[in-house]
């Protein structure tokens, strides 16, 4: 059993590495060394006990991507035994089956000659999805059996460790799906701005950002908004203050619809300033106070030919047809842009009908909209 200073390290270390501030290697790393194990496996499993992910600090990725999934692991005899520990729980090799009879198994040989090691002691954890862990010592011939003081001492690791993976896993899954939020939002062709407390940008989509950049009627400058007309920009700043005091606070009224005027491109733009959802948010409050939603009225939405080809499988010539068609609103102007014929464009759209379920050029266009 080790000391309560070394305890209290290696339960630093992965609260560490659930939060990001330190790696799970360097928590694998110290723990091996303080069980005196070569080995540390810290990994993700389904309920027939195959790997889903896998972490350590002494096999190279590449080996365990390559073992975990191969046929010598899935057919070890020993993996059904930790299958049926329940979570919550500490098995070592005596515990589970008869060590000398497995030994005898060229199933187990094989997995002892690949991973270089014969002796383990490992933890079971639930994960909140419902999922399991699982976090493993091995040990070489020369490192002996696991002792009595080990199991005691991983024993004493385990809740602990079981809070640090659960916590581990809620942030990843939180990270996770604000990532994938952020990349769609991203697409859109409507612009989308995040603004914390103090009325700063946190999120920038693509299209918010080109019209930024540009500049024609709506422009962040000097750490504020600023639009082509002075009443409107009056008018806007308020909104967002005001916005932000709701999602704050709970004061004021909640944002408001305006429309900005533009110098070059004619159309103008439609704001639509929004408090962010309160809810039971309290750490993140400040970060995302207000949502800013711009609508383009002259942006003109064109279904990328990439878009149209994986989706509806139109050939290269088709969605090239398809997606001018979308821009110009007539056959024979479209099928000049893209190059053919205006009969060899009327077959072609036979075929883009079919495939997209159009039933004519209005619904056709209304479809191509609503990709792009």
């Known amino acids: 059993m080790f000391d309560p200073r070394a305890h209290d390290e290696v339960v630093a270390l992965f609260y560490a590495a659930a939060t990001g501030e330190g790696s799970w290697n360097a928590a694998l790393a110290r723990s091996a060394n303080l069980f005196r194990s070569s080995v540390s496996l810290f990994g993700v499993h389904d309920a027939s006990m195959s790997v889903l992910a896998m972490e350590s600090h002494s096999y190279s990725r590449e080996f ?3 073992y975990f999934s191969g046929p010598v692991y899935a057919g070890d005899p020993r993996l059904p035994h930790i299958a049926r520990c329940a979570t919550g729980s500490v098995y070592y090799d005596e515990m589970l089956y008869d060590v000398r009879k497995m030994e005898r198994d060229d199933r187990v040989r094989e997995a002892t000659r690949q991973m270089g090691v014969h002796d383990q002691i490992g933890m079971k954890l639930s994960l909140p999805n419902g999922g399991t862990a699982t976090l493993n010592m091995l040990r070489t011939t020369r490192e002996g059996r696991v002792t009595r003081s080990s199991v005691t001492s991983f ?3 385990l809740p602990h460790i079981q ?12 990270a996770g799906t604000t990532a994938a939020l952020l990349d769609a939002l ?3 062709s409507d612009g989308l ?7 700063a940008p946190t999120f920038v989509n693509d299209a918010a950002a080109d019209i930024l950049r540009v500049g024609d009627g709506l422009a962040y400058t000097s750490g504020e908004f600023v639009t082509a007309r002075m009443p ?3 008018a806007l700043r308020r909104m967002i203050g005001e916005a932000v005091s709701a999602s704050l606070y709970g004061t004021g009224r909640p944002g408001g619809r305006l429309l900005v005027s533009r110098r070059r491109r004619g159309q103008p733009l439609v704001l639509n300033v929004l408090p962010a959802s309160h809810g039971k948010r309290f750490l993140t409050a400040p970060a995302m106070a207000c949502v800013v939603h711009i609508q383009d009225m002259a ?6 030919v990439e878009s149209l080809r994986m989706v509806f499988g139109l050939t290269e010539r088709e969605a090239h047809l398809a997606s001018e068609f979308a821009r110009e609103g007539q056959l024979d102007s479209a099928a000049a842009k893209a190059r053919m014929s205006v009969n060899t464009a009327r077959n072609h759209l036979r075929s883009i009908y079919a495939k997209t379920g159009a039933s004519g050029q209005v619904p056709l266009m209304k479809l191509l909209s609503r990709l792009g």
């Open 186 to 188: 991203a697409l859109r």
């Open 193 to 199: 701005i995040l603004l914390n407390w103090a009325g």
């Open 163 to 174: 809070q640090a993976c659960s916590l581990a896993h809620i942030l990843e899954l939180n």
């Open 155 to 157: 024993r004493r690791l």
């Open 64 to 66: 365990m991507a390559s």
């Open 299 to 304: 942006f003109e939405p064109a279904a990328s």
């Open 232 to 234: 409107e920009t009056r």
